[in-house]
C-alpha cells in the first residue's frame, strides 16, 4: 500500500525484498502441534492459524509455534525427545515429605484452575509457587533445608491477594533437569537459564 505522501509500510518493503514463501504444510484448526525441549515433548491443540498468508504461525492452547514447527509429526518429535534425554541429568520429584498442595481459584479468562506445592524429597526441597517453574534444590545441611522449606511455605500460605484450598493429593510433578546454577528446574527455565 503506498499512502498518499509516497511512503509505504514495512511490510510492503519486505515483501519486495523477498521471493514469495512456500510452505510445506499449513495445519488446521484443531490440530496437535508439537516442539521438544531438551528431552521433553511438549505438545499443544492450535486454536488460530494466524498470519495469513504470507507470515503463518499457530496459536494454541500453550503458546504460539511456527509453521515449521507443525512439519515434524507427533511421533517423530517422541523419539527426538526420548533421544535427547540421555543427554541430561534428570529427577521426576514425587512422594514428598512434609508436602503442602494447594490449588487457586479458576481464573477469569480461561478457567484455568493454578496449583502450589512445596515438599521434602531426600535432601531436596521441591517448590512451585502460582506462576512458577518447578524446582528441586538440594541442601547441604537440615537447618538450611527446613530454612527454605518454611520461607516457601509462609509465602505460599500467606499470600494476600490469591484464594486457595489446600489439597490432600500430591500434585503430578514434570521431570527435571539438573541446572548450571546448581539445582534441578522445568526443562523451559534450564533451556533458557544456561
Known amino acids: ?6 511512503q509505504v509500510t514495512i511490510f510492503e518493503v519486505l515483501k519486495a525484498l523477498e521471493p514469495p514463501k512456500k ?8 490440530d496437535t502441534i508439537g516442539r521438544v525441549v531438551l528431552g521433553e515433548l511438549q505438545t499443544a491443540i492450535i486454536t488460530k492459524v494466524d498470519g495469513l498468508p504470507d507470515y503463518p504461525f499457530y496459536r494454541t ?5 511456527s509453521v515449521e ?7 517423530e518429535l517422541e523419539q527426538i525427545a526420548e533421544e535427547n534425554r540421555k543427554k541430561y541429568r534428570t529427577i521426576i520429584p514425587m512422594n514428598l ?3 503442602i498442595t494447594v490449588e487457586y481459584e479458576p481464573r477469569e479468562c480461561d478457567g484455568v484452575v493454578l496449583w502450589a506445592q512445596i ?7 521441591f517448590w512451585k509457587k502460582r506462576w512458577t517453574y518447578q524446582f528441586l534444590e538440594p541442601y547441604d545441611s537440615d537447618k538450611k533445608l527446613r ?10 500460605l500467606e499470600d494476600p491477594y490469591n484464594k486457595y484450598r489446600i489439597v490432600e493429593d500430591e500434585h503430578p510433578m514434570r521431570r527435571l533437569y539438573w541446572s548450571s546454577h546448581g ?11 544456561h
Open 1 to 6: 500500500m503506498i499512502y498518499m505522501d509516497g
Open 23 to 30: 510452505f510445506e504444510r499449513i495445519l488446521s484448526v484443531g
Open 61 to 65: 492452547t500453550r503458546c504460539c509455534y
Open 69 to 75: 514447527e507443525g512439519y515434524k509429526d507427533i511421533s
Open 97 to 99: 515429605a512434609d508436602r
Open 119 to 125: 515438599g521434602i524429597m531426600d535432601n531436596m526441597l
Open 147 to 156: 530454612r527454605a522449606y518454611n520461607k516457601a511455605k509462609k509465602e505460599i
Open 183 to 193: 539445582f534441578f528446574a522445568d526443562a523451559e527455565y534450564v533451556l533458557w537459564n
